[in-house]
């Protein structure tokens, strides 16, 4: 398959643009293969309108065909076979397992996806009956049920080339939601998106979905973003990236004349909470996983531990373990000179933070983007007097802060802002004497985990990958995991309708079988 | 019962304002007995720094207590007597028969969400067990449910003295989700709102219930109700009222340096369309239907219908009973001298429109703040030229659109905005023919009516009052109808804890008996 360069509005590739872009391999600087256009207005304006009429159509379309569909797309993805993993290793600098396992964990959420379609009962159906001899007025027959909200703007991630760019979470949400989706490819992988997007194409010509159910256009600057997120037919925005990234278009959405929800997974800095007595038991091995996690995938996960919070008197031995470790650390590949960039910018400007030192480095890597690991220690003072080493750092780096006493490991809990996740490793003594702290971080975060690391984010139905602002602009939401597809979705009631009239879900006689919450209670 | 006319922090009176207003009587425009302070700067801190206090313990209250509490709320307001709907009566102008029906909605309200609190399956509890054998990973326990999100700010509407305002939906909602409320009262019924926290207060002391679950101040200005959203503890905010008050708390709420969610109900026109079929059967009763519901409550609901959309060449009877029904109207006192004037001007405004006349008046009632119904006509036309016309007018006032043919009747759906609700009157053969008009309005509103008439929104399981902006300012909720509760609810994930440190709701053997997801299949 030779790739094209080209926009593609629907089934219907596009080639306005006059400004030119390339990937670059991060191992070797060069450029890549394929020159792509920066979408013009005329191309972004016309996939938004497609997707809108597309909309009419696909919304419509029932449970097991839209199920299909999904599953279809999982298929088509593993059908490119090489061809795919080889792109993205050229354009990431990601290793073939990493891609492959990543492959793997796209094309099972697509079918996750498709299964909770296909069963149904996500739509929140719920029944109250007619009352007509009530007093004193009767009661009306009452139904609601969630439904999909129209064109979604996706944008691609840099971290994770499939799972959450072209065909990941956002799109399979909004398609098992029933939304259309224009997705704006990452500059970074311009080429993954592409072939992802024609394996897309592949799975609507053969199930014959409507055209514009899915586009893709590509782009640099900021442009092509901005005019999607701001066009009127556009009803919702799925983004991971970046705090300033996610935040303008938050921004721009509450400034459009009809704001819409901005779903925004900006990263944070996830602090681990490490317990004396299980530093005293097994900080050794603790300091081992945590090495391995700040240093998975060259530190690019938005779980990635970049807070490290110990009471300083138990802490010594961990610390020389994970010095260690850090220090034998190979470093690996950014995914862009750019992310290697702002990485150095960000170790800059914390080794310049008065009472910060440098615990341990690691080895750098011989490569174009290459970087090595690193970790600071400093005190909780200093993080409450210099909150931006809160701040996440996207790459191999962590700070381990150190407490005098409780007293101070509760307080730095207390100053933290939002994050996604939150760890705390305790013996069972410890996570009792300390409960207090759960109660803080159940408040500070989207996700608390019991000895284990935040990084690898499971994809299931119980997943909250999200939680208070800056982490995302909307804590109410997950972008990992099933209750992702709720994100594009709305209530919609349905007072005394005739029957034949309602949603499937909705009609009297339950034909779908799902559960329903009639007059309150649950039932199928 | 004395009135204070003082602000609550809790259950600490206080009165540090200078500025000072009255409510008045709607029916003689006099000041109403009792002075009202306004809140000062330091007043709504103390009560926002007493919630978030309280807040801490609140959240750990078990369902059972917090139901309770709920309950007690409803009979501490049952027995106020006669005292809360004497002063509700003086302050609104509202019929004796009305607030006691609306006090019935009330304690309704309360007494659902009770019985949702103690059922306990309202928190979606979801559970993804662990699977420590899979491979190539082994899966972790994944657990997550609904937990409050912090102190909220209520603002009581002026339309509803008691359903929604200091111990309405909003504060029902907060209170079960686990949730602390700072409530800013309406400033034209301070005197009804003294009565009604003061029954909350009794509850809050009678079910050991912490100090500051609940506070109240007062304010005319709009100072007291931006510091309050702009207060950085106060984590959501509930606002029934207008587009421009609504709509200005939301833009605060997101320039704020944490942006949180603002649950804005600011009203729509919720468009009536009565078909051809329909206009012909029982275009008289209807006709008499819609007068009812144009004049209910003086005009004065949310889901008041204020435009009402026809074929013209069908319509000639129902017009002619219609302009009948409305001539015949007694007319009546509006809530307040402002809302009276700004009916006046809405209808002078209307008037001016090219392309509208008047299709018929009614009487004026002899009071202070008294008016008359009013009814207009136009074209589809002059709609959509002219698309103010589709603004929401707060009174007993309504226009009949007329369309030249069916095709522009669906056209006039096409360009209408967000509403609340929408209504089609049909007959069974008209709503086949018009099915794709059920289509369109369900992407424009968060209630569709059939043969019906929007006002009078039923406080059951599946209702939706909401709907797109600009009817709201999250098209995700509701905010009436038990679903409301989760406007102030959060999902939080738990990742591999011991069984002893998980709320009840997710622990493994299921004490609470609630319906959970557990590994996507709903079980009890």
């Known amino acids: 398959m030779q790739l094209t360069g080209r926009q593609y509005i629907g089934k219907r590739s596009s080639n306005e643009g006059v400004d030119l872009f390339t990937a670059y391999n991060p191992m070797t600087g060069e450029a890549l293969e394929c020159h792509y256009g920066e979408a013009t207005a005329q191309e972004i304006d016309a996939a938004v309108v497609l997707a809108e009429t597309a909309f009419v159509k696909y919304r419509e379309i029932n449970n097991e065909s ?12 593993m059908a490119l076979g090489e061809l795919l993993i080889k792109r993205a290793m ?11 396992g990543e492959r793997g964990r796209t094309v099972g959420q697509l079918r996750l996806f498709a299964k909770v379609v296909r069963e149904g009962s996500w739509v929140d159906a719920r029944i109250d009956p007619a009352m007509p001899d009530r007093k004193p007025l009767p009661r009306s027959d009452i139904r609601q049920m969630l439904r999909p909200m129209g064109p979604v703007a996706v944008f691609g991630a840099s971290n994770f080339p499939l799972a959450f760019s072209v065909a990941g979470g956002d799109t399979a949400s909004a398609f098992a939601a029933g939304c259309t989706v224009v997705i704006k490819g990452h500059p970074a992988h311009p080429g993954t998106s592409e072939l992802v997007f024609r394996a897309m194409l592949n799975a609507v010509e053969k199930c014959a ?118 220090n034998a650390n190979a470093g690996g590949t950014m995914l862009t000179a750019g992310i290697r960039n702002a990485y150095s910018g960000s170790l800059d400007r914390i080794s310049k933070t008065k009472d910060v030192s440098v615990l341990s480095e690691g080895q750098p890597a011989k490569s174009s983007a290459g970087v090595s690991a690193k970790i600071f220690t400093t005190s909780v003072k200093a993080l409450i007097e210099y909150p931006e080493l809160a701040e996440e750092v996207f790459g191999p780096s962590s700070i381990v802060v150190e407490a005098s006493a409780k007293e101070e490991l509760i307080e730095a809990a207390r100053v933290l802002e939002g994050h996604l996740t939150a760890t705390i490793h305790g013996t069972a003594e410890d996570l009792q004497d ?79 079988s799902i559960w329903r919450l009639v007059d309150g209670e649950m039932m199928r």
Chains 1, 2 share one sequence.
């Not at 050229?90 to 492959?100: G, H, I, M, V, Y």
């Not at 900021?222 to 005019?227: F, I, K, S, V």
């Not at 990992?480 to 597809?485: D, E, L, P, S, W």
């Open 90 to 100: 050229d354009e990431t600098a990601l290793p073939q397992a990493r891609l492959e």
């Open 66 to 77: 839209r199920a299909v569909f999904i599953e279809c797309i999982a298929d088509e993805i």
């Open 209 to 326: 979905m409507p055209d514009g159910v899915v586009s893709l256009v590509h782009g640099v600057g900021h442009q092509p973003g901005m005019q999607l997120v701001q066009h009127p037919l556009i009803q919702a925005v799925g983004f991971t990236g970046s705090f300033r990234g996610g935040n303008a278009l938050f921004d721009l959405a509450n400034a459009r004349q009809v704001p819409i929800p901005v779903f925004a997974e900006m990263g944070s800095t996830n602090p681990v909470f490490i317990l004396p007595g299980a530093l005293k038991d097994r900080g050794e091995k603790i300091a081992e996983g945590l090495a391995a996690s700040v240093t998975l995938g060259v530190g690019q996960f938005c779980t990635n531990p970049g807070l490290v919070l110990v009471e300083a008197n138990a802490a010594t031995a961990f610390k020389s373990v994970l010095a260690n470790e850090i």
């Open 434 to 512: 300390y409960q207090e702290l759960i109660g803080i971080l159940e408040r500070k975060v989207g996700r608390i985990v019991i000895n284990g690391f935040p990084t690898g984010v499971e994809v299931c139905h119980a997943m909250v990958h999200g939680g208070p602002y800056p982490a995302t602009t909307n804590s109410q939401s997950t972008s990992v995991g099933t209750n992702a597809m709720k994100r594009f979705a709305r209530p919609v009631c349905y007072q005394d309708f005739p029957d034949t009239l309602l949603p499937a879900a909705l009609k009297q006689n339950n034909p779908l």
